[in-house]
Nanobody, 132 residues
Framework: QVQLAESGGGLVQAGGSLRLSCAAS????????MGWFRQAPGKERAFVAA???????????DYADSVKGRFTMSRDNAKNTVYLQMNSLKPEDTAVYYC??????????????????????WGQGTQVTVSS
């Protein structure tokens, strides 16, 4: 299993920005499928973004429709870290954000369809609160 540690959550006003970070363990981080999910009170954990390895130095980024154009996921393989840059935040973005990883090599569903079950390792989560 991959050990994950998120940071960067907090309270921000609507329209503001936050950047979440997730540090991962392991020597083959560059090949991991990485994802961000979020869970609002009373709701199921939902897909936000994924960043998957397509071979060589090619990666594929995928986003939920609700965050397209506002959120950007990236990775720094030298630091074993992924980031989620969140801009133009809305109150409905308020949730606990979870970092996820999978090093099994199994394909991750694309076009916004990645599932919780696609990922084998999870972080503890970080709270993001957007005030109106």
């Amino acid at each position: 299993q991959v050990q994950l540690a998120e940071s960067g959550g907090g309270l921000v006003q609507a329209g503001g920005s936050l950047r979440l970070s997730c540090a991962a363990s392991g020597r083959t981080f560059s090949t991991y499928a990485m994802g961000w999910f979020r869970q609002a009170p009373g709701k199921e954990r939902a897909f936000v973004a994924a960043h998957t390895w397509s071979g060589g130095s090619v990666y594929y980024a995928d986003y939920a429709d609700s965050v397209k154009g506002r959120f950007t996921m990236s990775r720094d393989n030298a630091k074993n870290t992924v980031y989620l840059q969140m801009n133009s935040l809305k109150p409905e973005d308020t949730a606990v954000y979870y970092c996820a990883a999978d090093n099994s090599g199994r394909p991750i569903a694309s076009k916004g369809a990645a599932r919780v079950a696609d990922f084998g390792s999870w972080g503890q989560g970080t709270q993001v609160t957007v005030s109106s």
